[in-house]
């Protein structure tokens, strides 16, 4: 089984330590006891005084009062080879941190694609499901020593037909595969077109978007490649950025895409 270390970090001067090694502890429990046995990858959470006093090899999960990411409360990305993330401080912080820090540790590279059927949109055949195993979950969240943390689906859920007994979500809040909750959303590629698409589910409204190709169509897996971490941070970016917003923003929110590019910018070869 996979092992990680990964190390939450607080640059908000109004969180204390206690609070903060209370909520690492929640997670910690979150990853070994609930994610681990469904996934087959564990880790272990410590906390750090700031980024620099990270310990080598650990990835960082930073909470700030400002993550200076339009529409985005957390965000994980790759840069120079290494997975982070950015969490903004709010009231339920927790939540936010369990959602970077499970999806990062599913899909550390943002390019983790599993195949199954469409979710009922007629595309005819097969599409590539973007692995992010808290989006279809929307809002729905449990607890864990009084800490709040987010829903994740299982492998099941992409699995092409339902069947009794199946757990798709680990608080069983999801009954079918692909099936996406209040204030989720679902992304994939479709290999024919190149297009990446969404099912997003916001205010009580059901929608299938179009995102059209982003970085060149289908994430390449040579991760030394230049060009294919362009294309991952433009697509996975783009997925949880983008669907944030509201759809008359969407070209604001893809002059945001390219920013992010520019800061974080591409791992050279």
């Not at 429990?29 to 906390?47: F, G, Y």
């Not at 204030?183 to 290999?191: A, D, H, I, T």
Request: proline content about 6%.
């Amino acid at each position: 089984m996979p092992s990680h270390r990964l190390a939450l970090i607080s640059e908000v001067k109004s969180v204390r330590a206690s609070e903060l090694k209370r909520v690492a502890a929640a997670l910690q429990k979150q990853v070994v006891r609930d994610l681990a046995p469904i996934w087959d990858v564990t880790a272990s959470v410590e906390v750090a005084k700031s980024r620099k006093a990270t310990p080598k090899g650990s990835w960082p999960v930073v909470l700030q009062e400002d993550i200076a990411i339009a529409g985005a409360s957390a965000v994980h990305m790759d840069k120079d080879g290494e997975p982070f993330a950015l969490v903004l401080y709010g009231p339920d912080w927790g939540v936010r941190a369990s959602h970077s820090m499970l999806e990062m540790l599913i899909d550390p590279f943002g390019n983790r694609l599993l195949r199954s059927k469409p979710p009922q949109t007629g595309e005819g055949g097969d599409v590539n499901y973007l692995v992010e195993i808290c989006d279809p979950c929307g809002e729905t969240t449990y607890e864990i020593n009084g800490v709040t943390l987010n829903d994740f689906v299982t492998p099941h859920y992409y699995d092409a037909v339902r069947r009794p007994g199946v757990l798709y979500s680990f608080t069983g809040s999801i009954t079918r595969p692909r099936q996406v909750l209040n204030n989720g959303y679902l992304s994939w590629l479709n290999p024919r077109t190149n297009h990446w698409k969404q099912l997003t589910f916001f205010g009580g409204r059901r929608q299938l978007r179009d995102l059209g190709v982003l970085g060149g169509g289908e994430p390449s897996r040579r991760r030394g490649s230049a060009h294919s971490r362009t294309a991952i941070l433009t697509a996975t970016q783009s997925i949880r950025v983008v669907v944030l917003m509201a759809a008359e923003r969407e070209e604001q929110s893809k002059r945001d895409i390219r920013d992010l590019i520019k800061r974080f910018g591409p791992a050279q070869q």
